[in-house]
């Protein structure tokens, strides 16, 4: 089992950029694909990036692709978030979650195929 915590959100203006970290403790992170969600207000739960258990593959929303950037240390048991050139229609509470099923390279991008969910933390972009 592993325990996720997500940092980093606030209130930003549109073109500025937030980095959101998600810290994980319990079984070996190494262990676990990694992804990132959003949900706005009266929104369902989407996809936003996802990546691999080794660090090698990654994978994106079109809507967020070159803007945003998934990486993680698994020396710190953390996965991150770089979202750049942020838009209002980004505003939204961001969601880490580990896949502890998928093999070494894989990047999975469904909803049902994480296991554990953070709380989440609130990104909102002004324009």
């Known amino acids: 089992q592993v325990h996720l915590v997500e940092s980093g959100g606030g209130l930003v203006q549109a073109g500025g950029s937030l980095r959101l970290s998600c810290a994980a403790s319990?079984?070996?992170?190494?262990?676990?694909?990694m992804g990132w969600f959003r949900q706005a207000p009266g929104k369902e739960r989407e996809f936003v990036a996802a990546?691999?258990?080794?660090?090698?593959?990654?994978y994106y929303a079109d809507s967020v692709k070159g803007r945003f950037t998934i990486s993680r240390d698994n020396a710190k048991n953390t996965v991150y978030l770089q979202m750049n050139s942020l838009k209002p229609e980004d505003t939204a509470i961001y969601y880490c979650a580990a896949d502890s099923q998928s093999s070494l390279y894989v990047t999975p991008s469904s909803y049902g195929a994480y296991d554990y969910w953070g709380q989440g933390t609130q990104a909102t972009v002004s324009s």
């Open positions: 319990g079984r070996a992170f190494g262990a676990y694909a």
């Open positions: 990546i691999s258990r080794n660090g090698v593959n990654t």
